[in-house]
């Protein structure tokens, strides 16, 4: 899909599915959920599902809620690398209080709920080199702050900068005491995703998790994002069992994240057995938002998007 398509179809993001070039009803995940048993989650969108129509085709972050909105979902999971205005302005903090007022207009506009922010780029946590890793706590607080007042319940980070196990797990813990603490007072969580490197590795990041002994520290546990090595070209050469994975960090999950690449003839996702996945989900007693998160190349973004938040209503409408 090229730019003019993509951006013609976001002019019409608030009126429906339909208008973003989905003509059929049989898309619109309202009326299948009249039709059939609603799920025991509700729908959210990763903001990192659209990050190619973002940086590549034009389209202004802040208008995330509206094609949110034109796609049936109800919640919104944000990503700060997407806003640029933020984070090279030369002007941060009148930059920060523009990102909150703007993206507070747009959810409230059109019905929709403000849960997350993921933050990239501000700092290694488990980084060895005190003085750097003190620095990343310092950077991440304004993230916490702004996930304040856009009424969001957490924000999720990164746990990079050092590959020894222990000393990792050893800085990890005194980062995310550090920030749980500073959130606490303003009800944020900290949820941190398996997320490459030793992240991926579900029980040691459990353990890292469990040892701060702060019960506003939690996961995100992301579908697809297991792989612990990689090799030549990306290529994962060793992955950790997802639903393994999975099922460790969901005891501290605050939040879910539906990975998808791939999907076959019956839209089943051809990487992660979904209907597997979403016992896991639902006999840990999660009745939150589950976020769709696309991340293939074969569909475009759109029917990526599309595609994944159907087979989790379809999935869903079953248990």
Known sequence: MNRKTFLSQLSF??????????????????????SATAPFFKLSLAQWSIHRAIREQGVSP?????LAKGWGFEGLEYVNQLYTDVTKSEQPEEAMQNFIARSNEEAAKYGLQNLLIM???????SSSDEEKRIQAIEN???????????????????????????????NSIASLTALATFAQPYNINIMVENHGSLTSQADLLMEAINGT?????????????????RGPNYSC???????????EMMPKAFGVSAKSHDFDAAGNETNTDYIRMLKIVKDAGYSGYIGVEYEGNTLSEEEGIIATRDLLLKVGAQM
Not at 237 to 244: A, G, L, M, W
């Open 213 to 229: 002994g702060m019960a506003n520290c939690g996961t995100l546990p992301d579908f697809g994002n297991f792989c612990i090595e």
């Open 237 to 247: 050469v060793k992955e950790y069992d997802r639903y393994k994975g999975t099922t």
């Open 140 to 170: 991440h607080k304004k993230w916490i702050l702004a996930a304040n007042s856009m009424n969001c319940h957490s924000v999720r980070l990164n746990l990079y900068g050092e590959n020894d196990p222990a000393l990792w797990k050893q």
């Open 13 to 34: 993001a608030g009126v429906g599915v339909a208008a973003l070039g989905f003509a059929s009803c049989k898309n619109n995940p309202a009326d299948k959920a009249a």
């Open 119 to 125: 933050i990239d780029g501000e700092g290694d946590l």
């Open 62 to 66: 802040y208008d995330f809620a509206k």
